[in-house]
């Protein structure tokens, strides 16, 4: 992948060339120090990557990428110290969010991400999806279809993919989201979350539980109607009755 | 910001539970009174004579009405009873004539307590003031007793010599009002004591036993206020000693590391920055939820086991159903990080940590055992009073009173032990990060 790395700071470059070097498919074709040096990069060089600072000193990290050109925008690493105001408006549009400082793990990690992301394709239409919400004043909620959620976990930011979810159990007023051998929290309503997923891939099987249905391994029905739901990592949940419907709809639409 | 508790706490605890809860929103800094806010103390009328938050004063209608209800009712009362008194006697009256008396007398009670009540109220005796309320009060007395006097004298003769007579009469064609201060006088030394007794001073005791209690309450509710403050700040301080120390200790260690293994220090350093945005995005609230705790103490493992590598080994155990638990916030860390550097750290071998968390119905208990070489016969007393633990015990007991324990002790076979047991709560989570 040909890679732009853009920071303001000469230490912050280096750290990044020094790692990149260890990645392999990673060739460096730029560096830049501040927007105007970026943009003519992005349009001179055809990268694949941008690891982008988002404070430069003569324009931030999204002024960069509004003044791009959408056909050839490549996939955006964002790299910040901060991460309160970025968080918000990145959500589901980002591709990756990297706070400083961040060892060569966290990089590689998204390294791995960027390149799925790549391999299919798809970030020509995240990015446009991102230059869309940079140029409207529309409400994020729009048209777009959120693929994941952002959360703040252990001191990072995590992206988190609606298919990497299992469950969703919600407890007082925040919910936790059990993806693998993790588990997030997140501080809203289990109502809201739901109204974020798919309604076709994620089912409420219980007041405070919402399963993904892709990770569903079987169904065992106990007495007096409700059902056991079993997870392909082995978890068991129960339906309660009142939510059996959407279960049974599951069922029967599959059989 | 609601932060609610769920019913399960018993209700001794419930004094408690207030300090908890109010500590929360303290620290959000919202609206830190916790006064459910009486509506009627804000419609509050003049001050009172110290300038105190005022108790709330019943509304003008309902006084009036309870006076009028209430005098009427007596007097009605002792109208009947007076007649009932009189026809056992033979007495050949109606009850018409018997409660003539009686409302005379109730009447201008009925008018004037109101205002009695209302100074009363206004002016309660304090020690401070009561010769000067004494002479008002003593004033409105003989208001009282003229209005009484006034009203009886028009409505009803009185009994003389002569037979019965008005003391003033209006004679309507030669405009004269005729007067006999005689009768006034005994209309006056016949009513007064009772007027007194009966008309004035229950209402003087009713005003004043009313604002006594208002302020007594209110005198209570801030002393809360203040011992949630107190508290508050008392944890903040405690709280403050917590992070510097471990933070520079790793400082050290990254500085240390730089030197051999620069990808290690590198990692550590990362670590320690991810432990650094979850105390800061904690915001220096005093609780959190057992999940989130350990999420800062594994952070904080992480650094150990790149300082340690193979010499250390964690072992955590928590039963799902406590995750959700509330705790204090860096509650766990110091006590890991003490277990660490006296356990671990002077091992040759393997060294091993246990952290394991599970709950009954009363409380949660947390246990962090090492495999180090102990404590010494007759030292527990030392570790005891080792700062990191004394200021634990400190912020527990502020936290939870009696409700907690914190023991340190030998494991047989070799080790030490620190068990913290603190009341079991579930409690909305003002401290997750909002993304």
Redesign the interface.
Known sequence: MRTIIADDEYLGREKLRLFLQQEPEVEIVAECQNGVQTREALQNCAPDLLLLDIQMPDMDGFQVLGEADAEHMPIVIFTTAY?QYA??AF?AHALDYL????????LHDSLNRARAEFLTGRHRHITHRLLEFLDSSRSRQGNIMDRRL????????VFLNFEEIDWVEA????V?LNAGTQ?F???EGIGHVTEKLDPTQFIRIHRSTVVNVQKIKELQPVNSGEYIVVLKNGKELSCSRGYRLGLQRLIDGSL | MAT?VEARTPRHLKQRQMLTVNMDACAESSDATADAGNERERRTAISAVNHEDLPSIPRQWLVWALSFGIWTLISVVAGVTLYHIERSMGKPVSLLDELKSPLTTGFPYALVSPFVFAFSIRNPFQRANWKRVAAIQALGIAAMLGVHVLVRAAALPVWTGDGRVYAYSWNFQARILTVRWDLIRQLFLLNSVDDILEGYLPVVLIANALWYYQSFRSRERRTLQLETQLAKAHLETLRSQLQPHFLFNTLHSISALMMTDV?SA??M??RL??????SL?NGGRQLT?L??EM?FV??YLEIEKIRFADRLKIHVDIAPEV??AEVPSLLLQPLVENAIRHGVARLSRQGEIHIAAKADSESLQIRIRDNGPGLEQGNVQVVGTHLGLKTTRERLRTLYGNQQTLEVRNVPGGGVEVSVRIPFR????PA????
Not at chain 1, 99 to 106: G, N, S, V
Not at chain 2, 273 to 278: F, G, K, P, Q
């Open positions: 991460d968080v918000r959500e706070l400083k400082p961040f060892d060569q793990e966290r952002v959360l703040k976990t252990g001191g990072r930011v407890a007082a007023n925040y936790r588990s929290l997140l501080r | 609610q990808r590198d990692k350093m990362t920055s991810d432990l650094l945005r979850m995005d939820i999940q989130q999420e594994n952070a995750l959700d579930f409690v909305a989570m997750l990060q909002a993304v």
